[in-house]
């Protein structure tokens, strides 16, 4: 089945510093990638769709300064935060849309972002 | 987008068959509905999807009424292993918003 890899699965960084986190889908295409943030106890919040080729979308209230989106390839889309503060230690998740019908979206396994 | 409610949290016993219930009263035509499940620090795993009437894969079922204005995911005998979240999704097969979840507790 399809297979989305999140690196990494945890990060630790300095507040101001920047930080990478990637997604690529491992057996098939994918032109468009979600990006949720999700804190302690909350649902997942949609921060921000990438597409190859083209901008990223992001939600209203979404600092794309503060998160930048890159759609490098068909299989791999990658978010950097960048000047991280406390405020951003959150569990980030991306997504791949749905290959067919009953087939859902696949979610990478998340990263844990701590920023001390 | 159709805007989804749903239990906070439900407790049941090992075995048995437990029932979630979506509310998405603002459902469109061209939307169908999604549950996922989601363990603590991974992320969402999908379950079933449906448009109308009952769905039934090995895992679970899917209720659909006609109105299509709430659906239920039916958990066959639940094991401890099936404490998680559960989320209903709806939409067209492009963005998708997460509401709240069930927190599921499943008791010894």
């Known amino acids: 089945g399809a297979v989305v890899s999140q690196h990494p699965s945890r990060v630790i960084c300095k507040s101001g510093t920047s930080v990478k986190i990637e997604c690529r889908s491992l057996d098939f295409q994918a032109t468009t990638m979600f990006w949720y943030r999700q804190f302690p106890k909350q649902s997942l919040m949609l921060m921000a769709t990438s597409n190859e080729g083209s901008k990223a979308t992001y939600e209203q209230g979404v600092e794309k300064d503060k998160f930048l989106i890159n759609h490098a390839s068909l299989t791999l889309s990658t978010l950097t935060v960048t000047s991280a503060h406390p405020e951003d230690s959150s569990f980030y998740i991306c997504s791949a849309p749905p290959r067919g019908y009953d087939y859902g979206y696949t979610f990478g396994s998340g990263t844990r972002l701590t920023v001390v | 987008l159709a805007k989804t409610t749903q239990p906070i949290s439900m407790d049941s016993y090992e075995g048995q068959e437990v029932n979630i219930t979506c509310s998405h009263n603002?459902?469109?035509?061209?939307?169908?509905i999604t549950w996922y499940q989601q363990f603590p620090s991974q992320g969402p795993r999908f379950i079933i999807q449906g448009y109308k009437t009952k769905v039934t894969n090995e895992v679970a079922s899917l209720f659909i009424p006609a109105d299509r204005k709430s659906s239920t995911l039916s958990l066959p005998r639940v094991s401890l292993s099936d404490t998680a979240v559960y989320y209903c999704?709806?939409?067209?097969?492009?963005?998708?918003?997460f509401g709240t979840g069930t927190s599921l507790t499943v008791i010894p």
């Open positions: 603002n459902i469109a035509t061209n939307d169908y």
């Open positions: 999704l709806v939409g067209d097969g492009n963005q998708f918003y």
